[in-house]
């Protein structure tokens, strides 16, 4: 089966990146939400993508129209999936809201629709039954900032039908991303099993006391030679979605520094609305986070 016409569910900061980066790249595609007002906080998503990729990759601006032009909106689950070769999941990180998301549209997509979550904590397997088609579905995980981070991991699980994780590796490729194939399922996959040690490392010499903000990333930056240190990293993965992830550990664990972290994060950040980039205020604020400023590093 070719794929042609792709539903991307979630209008978040990474829904919309998938959604525009699969259109750019010639599908047709229908972005999915709950209310007409996130899908209108989407549209102003995309012409933000589109002077990006002006400034950052040369794009010509009548292409950058065009993929916009073939993203359709909605907020009907079954018009969504009426057409639908294969589908992207972006919604939150929550183990019983894809399952109960699943359920529903198991009954509403097409057999021929292939299934896949970009869920960066959950394992396909977890709420395979619940799509309806354990055989075609798996795990497509982009990283964040699509543009400059190109990276999907594909991942299956014991009940993927090997040629469906091929064609899905394939269609990775296609829209621009570098394809990782993962063979075995793995909590975090690559990425986040590489990334969440570091993020959980800095947070605790904060929580602890050990060092101020600036002086962890400035560690980590000057060090290393990289452009972002931890602190500045979970700022810009937004920390409702480390909650999610730390919320998850502490639940599955039952481990008393999980909840520790869990409840440090919720007084200090969630409760405040400290949420990072998105909120303007995280670890640092935004925009001209002290990060970027030429003399951080001396």
Not at 245 to 270: H, P, Y
């Amino acid at each position: 089966m070719k794929i042609n016409n792709v539903t991307v569910f979630g209008s978040g900061v990474l829904g919309a990146q998938i959604a525009f980066q699969t259109a750019y790249h010639g599908y047709d595609v229908t972005l999915f939400d709950i209310n007409e007002e996130l899908l209108k906080n989407a549209k102003l998503k995309f012409e933000q993508f589109k002077a990006l990729c002006q400034q950052d990759i040369n794009a010509n601006l009548a292409d950058l129209d065009a993929a916009v032009s073939r993203i359709s909106f909605t907020t009907d689950l079954a018009e969504s999936v009426k057409d639908a070769d294969l589908t992207i999941e972006a919604i939150p990180e929550s183990i019983q809201i894809k399952k109960d998301f699943y359920t529903r549209l198991s009954g509403l997509a097409p057999a021929k629709t292939i299934f896949c979550t970009n869920s960066s904590t959950f394992l396909p397997s977890q709420f395979a039954a619940e799509t309806g088609r354990p055989q075609r579905f798996l795990a497509l995980h982009f990283a964040t900032n699509l543009l400059k981070n190109n990276l999907a991991e594909i991942m299956g699980h014991g009940g993927t039908d090997p040629e469906i994780f091929d064609q899905i590796v394939q269609f990775a490729k296609s829209i621009g991303m570098v394809a990782i194939p993962i063979y075995k399922e793995q909590p975090g996959y690559i990425t986040n099993t590489l990334l969440i040690p570091l993020l959980i490392a800095g947070f605790d010499l904060y929580r602890n006391g050990v060092a101020d903000v600036a002086s962890i990333d400035k560690t980590w930056m000057k060090s290393l030679g990289v452009d972002l240190g931890p602190m500045a990293m979970l700022d810009f993965v937004g920390m409702n979605t480390a909650y999610n992830v730390v919320t998850s550990l502490a639940e599955s664990t039952g481990d008393q520094v999980w909840k520790q972290r869990q409840q440090f994060m919720k007084e200090n950040f969630i409760d405040k609305n400290k949420l990072g980039i998105a909120t303007g205020e995280g670890f640092y604020s935004y925009p001209n986070p002290a990060y970027q400023d030429a003399d951080f590093l001396k």
